[in-house]
């Protein structure tokens, strides 16, 4: 676990610092265009590079490109150099073409992910993708560079190249705040203003990946553009990623039921004249702060785990992956068992504190809090089940996964449109992140029983079983402390950014200080571990 835990700190202090900042990022452009028609506007534009991204790199990076640059590492000649600059120029030709394509087709994009957008945000929504496609082909250029350094173990550039990237769009927000009149107003918003923020939003994606490509070269390597595809191997990766493929789609299909549900439900308050609910902005703002302990800790852990695992599994030693997936699971479990507990307490307060201001009211404020209160049930399942994924890829079983997901895609499909149909507008959103939480729940259990199966000899399920049992058994009197905090100061001061802050203070700090002395004494080892780490970073 040692050596997962030093990798994993290294990352986690990045991703920290750009978790952060990212926060930051949200908080600013919140206040300056709102969680109203603007916002959705903003939030369709902003993610659909993503899924694009996804479908045609992101899955495949993650379950295929990782192993098998380790592949090439191990058995090529020259190290895999050569394989490493073919993936390079493939993925560069490939995702400048899509950037081409995504940019004519955005009026159709933007139509896929909507349902009864006002016409002046579906305007402002396809002028915004114009101008924030391109930044897909930076995005493949990043995304190899940064598989490259983690084949080589080298977790920081990957880390912390995204804290510049956040800190050029709070800077292209802060500029919106002081030079255009519009704030949220979609009808009042103009070109220029509109040219601010879709490029703003591109050159972060600029700055970010020429930080990937300067460390990457640092790492030692050197790009050649190779067109000699023979020995790329799109064959094998063809064969590996056609399941990966299908395992992205049905992910986007799921966020697309998703979009169109979150934005039905403004459509549907507005013709049932409920006012302003929360809509796709209120439930993308709730999902990135939901993730924030998912992205510090286990992403970290995952990064360092895949390509250990894939060599463990090319060195025909499987007790070795279950090792180190259960060392992962405990390490991750006692961060996130506890911020699982305190984000369904204390929900609401940090999203008053976050995006309280500007353009965004209290009300709406705590709307987004709310939904993010409902996705604290998901942070466990989830996580876990993206740990457990990991020990497919490093096995080269793409398929057993993407099985997986088209069960998550069926629950998810199923019971947000039950609670579209049968919830008031005011509630839909907070359903969809409940028909999450209910999709990886399910499908955590059911990647559980087949990865065991996988490995042969079990994942250390009782192990893992008891560790979490006693993390529960210390963050439930946290928990408690951050409810008293709550209801204490929303007695005395109501509910303002504030108020917030002090209940975050006195709930959330006072409770996890609690948890880490509870855990301490009952001799959680994950949490001895990281506080000697982070006492010994200190002594030096």
């Known amino acids: 676990m040692s050596r997962v835990l030093r990798a994993s700190a290294i990352m986690a202090a990045g991703t920290m610092v750009s978790r952060l900042t990212g926060f930051a990022r949200t908080a600013v452009l919140a206040s300056a265009i709102g969680v109203a028609a603007l916002g959705d506007a903003y939030n369709v534009a902003y993610t659909i590079p993503f899924i694009l991204f996804d479908l045609l790199i992101g899955g495949v990076l993650s379950s295929v490109i ?12 020259d190290g895999g150099r050569a394989y490493e600059q073919r993936l390079m120029t493939v993925a560069t030709l490939v995702l400048v073409a899509i950037a081409v394509a995504g940019v004519l087709c955005a009026p159709l994009l933007v139509s896929l992910l909507t349902t009864d957008l006002p016409p002046r945000g579906y305007d402002a929504a396809v002028t915004l993708a114009r101008y924030i496609l391109p930044q897909i082909a930076f995005f493949g250029v990043g995304a190899i560079a940064g598989a490259i350094l983690n084949t080589r173990d080298r977790f920081a550039a990957p880390m912390w190249a995204p804290v510049l990237n956040n800190v050029v769009v709070i800077g292209v927000a802060l500029l919106y705040l002081v030079a255009s009149g519009a704030g949220g107003n979609v009808d009042a918003v103009t070109p220029g203003d509109l040219a601010l923020l879709g490029l703003g939003t591109t050159a972060g994606i600029v700055v970010q990946s020429i930080v990937l490509v300067i460390a990457v070269h640092r790492a030692g390597f050197r790009f050649v553009p190779r067109l000699d595809l023979r020995n790329a191997r799109l064959g094998e990766m063809g064969r590996a990623g056609v399941w990966t493929l299908a395992f992205v789609v049905i992910n986007q299909i799921s966020f697309i039921i998703i979009t169109n549900l979150a934005t039905g439900a403004t459509g549907k308050a507005a013709d049932e004249g409920a006012g ?11 999902f990135q702060l939901f993730q924030l302990p998912y992205g510090i800790i286990a992403v970290s852990v995952i990064t360092a785990m895949l390509p250990r695992m894939s060599r463990h599994v090319h060195d025909g030693r499987p007790e070795a992956v279950a090792e180190e997936f259960a060392s992962g699971v405990r390490l991750v479990s006692s961060v996130i068992v506890p911020a699982g507990l305190l984000l369904m307490v204390l929900g609401p307060a940090v999203t008053v504190l976050i995006f309280g201001h500007g353009s965004t009211s209290v009300a709406q404020a705590v709307d987004i809090g709310n939904v993010l209160q409902v996705f604290g049930l998901a942070l466990v399942p989830f996580s876990v089940y993206q740990l457990l994924l990991r020990v497919f890829y490093a096995f080269g079983d793409t398929r057993t996964p993407t099985l997986i997901a088209l069960g998550n895609l069926v629950i998810s499909a199923t019971v947000s449109f039950v609670l579209y149909l049968t919830l008031p507008p005011d509630l839909i959103v907070m359903g969809l992140a409940l028909a ?5 729940t399910c499908g955590g259990v059911v990647a559980w029983i087949l990865a065991a199966r996988k490995v042969g000899g079990g994942l250390g399920g009782r192990a893992v079983g008891a560790a979490l049992a006693r993390m529960y058994v210390a963050a439930v009197p946290a928990a408690a402390v951050a409810l008293i905090a709550l209801w204490g100061t929303t007695e005395l001061a109501g509910v303002t950014p504030l108020s917030s802050a002090i209940m975050l203070v006195a709930g959330g700090a006072a409770g996890g200080l609690l948890y880490l002395l509870i855990s301490h004494r009952m001799r959680i080892a994950e949490i001895s571990s990281i506080i000697g780490l982070v006492a010994g970073r200190v002594g030096r």
């Open 436 to 440: 999450f939480t209910a999709a990886y």
């Open 276 to 286: 302003q609910v929360a809509g796709i902005a209120s439930y993308s703002y709730a």
């Open 66 to 77: 990782v192993p098998m640059i380790v592949k090439a590492q191990k058995h090529d000649p």
